[in-house]
């Protein structure tokens, strides 16, 4: 580690007389703005264009529903909670709260589980399910620490990021919205993000790299991905 | 001489010590203070400034205890530079006042300031005690341990709350607290300057020069200013009493909204105390990761400083340039961390997730394509004759008001003090890294220039080190979850019952740090970002002061911009570079 000096020797002055005379400090300057005058566009055309958000993206919350990509010990908890076994298409919830919890404002959610108003007979007696889920997503700082600790893979971050409304109350989403923003999400790019044990897999990637939108962003000259990474010019 | 910082060595205690046989030591593993009392305090300050080399003033702040007699307690830090050595002083505010100490380091005025502000612990001979952060005339002071963290709603605003009647939880609470009327705002003024000369000039709080919500008065004469203050608070949230009420996993996603143009880097700060604190090793790959995403956040913060700074002075096409690049990092961290810009990616004792596929690919990508980026910034700008009028012989800085004003970061640097926490307290990787630090030599807006270009050089060369390095750990662990104070992945969780208690105790109890107090920072683009944690040995810390160097840093604008124009104050005030989220907390 050493300390390096700099400006010992800077140079304050524009140099020369025929430098103060002809601009050349400008024309230096000048050079590089008009060669980027032949470049190519490199802004994309928001919102007829869009860049597809990375996998790992944190936007609005989703509930997933169960469509048999449960992790293995899903059943236990569900027997553990007292929750009446999920069919498929409903939701994974098991009202256990511990996205709660792990919130820094755990006002944001509502969560709420009924017992179910069943015969005693009746295999489902004494189970519950889950009656109230609400979440405000004005509170919310999308830091990603609830859905770390969903002991369910429940409660997931989409990649939709545009949720302005014209009052506070359109930030409130309630568990059949959420589900519904999951089950699109999991149609439109679940593949990329989640394995069949609903784990983030390894092959997931940094972003999806033949997105063109993005590869405008970058220049026109995007990096590839892979072992084989070759010099690109 | 050894290299690294550490605390006052055993030799010095002694012989301070004998000098004011009345002190007492308390020492923790990370921190030595030295408890004086107040008659006697001023002395001992003057006596560590001059005899024992102690001549860099840090920080200074409060910790309430209201089950104490005296209950305030000032707590001071200053750094030896020679001895590169860090003390802690402590003393006890009787009848809630402690003598002013800003004729020994001007830099203590704001900081005495916002102690006032906050517990309102009043400063015997301080040139204008003023409020810090609220407006003059608010009745309360937050960080006392009786004002409730929601502070107190007495304020009817219906307006705001359209009531609910399918979401019953959600209902608003239509009792606000009180926001400063224009009379408030008026007083505020007032009590912040007097006016000498012929008019008084309001910069800002709005205004896309400041950078933020900073609001400036000058008093002018004519072109020249003749006195600044600055009225800052716009963006006050009240952090540090946030951060005494959450956990400690909990605290990381606010870290990120104090600056936030770097966030990593105030994350890394942050929880390389916390796991100092909780004795918490992070494993190799996760250090390394961190480095890497440190510097990629340090380019990222250069250039969105370059391109609005060019652009205040009038260069809009390097605006353009700069925000090419940046676009690219944030891309980046976004890919990996999954926000670009408040990303919340590292965790106690490691980082949240592995590096995807193809992260490295693409840092490599960036790598090679910078420096030819780089250049033509310089080419452009360097030696441009505008340029040089404009920054040259700015705002110098001499070194001596390094020290008074607890400058840090590439403010001190371009002044000539080698002052990097990087290479004095190296965290994570630095120490395994080579890089070097560039100093200026007059310090004026020109040296902080070229400093700040030359450290992005720097940095790109940590980051090639570290991706080399992090392509031979590519199937280590991320997280070193075998301590009892790291949360469990779910895939362990799922695994076995231990760690499922462990997490559900970690999340609902926090984690329960032993009773110590520590005092740690990290080198930010900004500056010093030191965090004081206060534990009790609770899962929650008692109090959290965070020493921002860009509140230090701001300071000097007001003593740099007399005898100057209006137009020179947007160049300085660039120059400085502050974050209205770290300055206002
Ligand atoms: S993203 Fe963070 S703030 Fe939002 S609900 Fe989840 S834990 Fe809470
Ligand atoms: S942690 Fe998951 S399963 Fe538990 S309440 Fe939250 S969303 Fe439902």
Not at chain 1, 8 to 21: C, F, T
Not at chain 1, 51 to 70: Q, S, W
Not at chain 2, 258 to 287: F, G, H, R, W
Not at chain 2, 481 to 505: A, C, Q, R, W
Request: hydrophobic share 35%.
């Amino acid at each position: 580690m050493g300390i390096k000096k700099v400006g010992l020797n800077r140079n304050i002055k524009p140099q020369s007389l025929a430098e103060k005379i002809f601009f050349l400090d400008f024309m230096k300057g000048l050079k590089t703005t008009i060669k980027h005058l032949f470049r190519k566009v490199i802004t994309v055309d928001f919102p007829y264009e869009v860049v597809e958000p990375a996998p790992r993206f944190r936007g609005v919350h989703g509930l997933r529903n169960v469509d048999g990509t449960e992790k293995d010990d899903f059943n236990a908890w569900v027997k553990k909670l007292k929750i009446k076994p999920p069919e498929k298409g409903e939701t994974r919830c098991i009202a256990c709260k511990f996205c709660q919890a792990a919130c820094p404002v755990p006002e944001i959610f509502v969560i709420k589980a009924k017992k179910l108003d069943v015969p005693k007979d009746h295999p489902h007696h004494g189970l519950k399910v889950l009656d109230q889920f609400d979440m405000d997503l004005g509170k919310c700082m999308f830091c990603g620490l609830c859905t770390l600790a969903c002991p369910t893979v429940c409660i997931i971050h989409t990649d939709i990021y545009d949720i302005s409304t014209y009052t506070r109350r359109g930030w409130i989403l309630n568990k059949e919205q959420l589900s519904q923003i999951a089950d699109d999400f999991i149609a439109r790019r679940g593949k990329e993000k989640y394995d069949e044990k609903s784990e983030w897999p390894d092959y997931q990637k940094l972003w999806n790299d033949t997105d063109t939108a993005r590869a405008k962003a970058w220049d026109n000259n995007p990096p590839q991905f892979g072992p084989n990474y070759v010099d690109q010019n | 001489m050894q290299n690294h910082l550490c605390w006052i060595d055993e030799e010095k205690l002694k012989e301070i010590k004998n000098k004011f046989p009345e002190i007492s030591i308390e020492k923790f593993p990370n921190a030595t203070f030295i408890y004086i009392s107040k008659e006697r305090l001023k002395d001992l300050l003057k006596s560590l400034k001059d005899e024992f080399g102690f001549k860099m003033f840090i920080d200074f702040t409060c910790v309430d205890y209201p089950e104490s007699e005296n209950r305030f307690l000032g707590v001071y830090f200053l750094i030896n530079p020679k001895d590169k050595q860090r003390v802690g002083v402590k003393c006890w505010a009787t009848n809630e006042t402690l003598p002013t100490i800003t004729d020994l380091w001007k830099g203590a005025k704001w900081a005495e300031r916002e102690a006032y502000d906050m517990f309102g612990v009043r400063f015997e001979g301080h040139e204008n005690l003023v409020r810090m952060f609220l407006w003059e005339g608010y009745p309360y002071y937050p960080l006392r341990k009786d004002f409730p963290r929601e502070g107190y709603k007495t304020e009817y605003l219906p307006s705001l709350n359209e009531r609910n009647k399918d979401y019953p939880a959600h209902n608003y609470d239509p009792n606000h607290t009180p926001l400063p009327t224009l009379e408030d705002l008026e007083r505020t003024q007032k009590a912040r300057i007097k006016k000498k000369a012929q008019m008084v000039l309001n910069w800002g709080p709005l205004h896309p020069g400041t950078h933020g919500t900073i609001w400036f008065i000058f008093d002018m004469e004519g072109e020249e200013i003749k006195q600044c203050d600055i009225i800052l608070g716009q963006l006050h949230r009240g952090i540090e009493k946030l951060a005494e009420e959450l956990t400690y996993t909990q605290f990381i996603p606010y870290t990120d909204r104090m600056d936030y143009i770097s966030a990593l880097c105030s994350q890394v700060a942050y929880v390389n105390t916390v796991e100092k604190l909780l004795k918490v090793e992070p494993p190799p790959k996760a250090k390394w990761i961190r480095t890497m995403m440190c510097e990629l956040q340090r380019i990222n913060s250069h250039l969105l400083w370059l391109g609005t700074y060019a652009l205040d002075i009038g260069a809009l096409t390097i605006f353009l340039y700069t925000f090419r690049e940046r676009e690219k990092l944030m891309d980046i961290i976004e890919g990996i961390a999954g926000i670009r810009l408040n990303s919340s990616y590292i965790r106690i004792g490691g980082v949240s997730k592995d590096l995807p596929e193809g992260a490295l690919d693409v840092i490599r990508h960036f790598i090679k394509d910078f420096p030819e980026k780089l250049k033509e910034y310089e080419t452009i700008l360097t030696k441009n004759r505008v340029w040089i009028r404009r920054n040259v012989n700015i705002g110098v800085i001499t070194e001596e008001d390094v020290y008074q004003y607890g400058l840090t970061g590439v403010v001190a640097r371009a002044s000539g003090v080698p002052y990097d926490i990087r290479a004095l307290q190296p965290t994570d990787a630095y120490d395994k890294v080579d890089f070097e630090i560039p100093l200026g030599t007059v310090g004026d807006c020109y040296d902080r220039y070229l400093v700040r270009m030359e450290e992005m050089r720097q940095s790109l060369n940590i980051i090639k080190q570290c991706v080399e390095e992090l392509e031979k750990l590519k199937d280590d662990k991320y997280l070193a979850t075998e301590n009892p104070y790291v949360l469990p992945t779910l895939e362990e969780v799922y695994l076995s019952i231990e760690s499922m208690v462990k997490d559900f105790n970690l999340r609902i109890y926090g984690e329960q740090a032993p009773e110590e107090e520590i005092y740690l920072s990290g080198e930010n683009p900004r500056g010093e970002l030191g965090f004081y944690v206060v534990s009790k040995g609770d899962g929650k810390p008692y109090r959290i002061k965070i020493r921002s160097g860009a509140f230090y840093n701001l300071q000097i604008f007001t003593e740099l911009i007399k005898g100057r124009t209006v137009a020179d104050a947007v160049v300085l005030l660039g120059s400085l570079d502050p974050v209205v989220g770290e300055t206002d907390r």
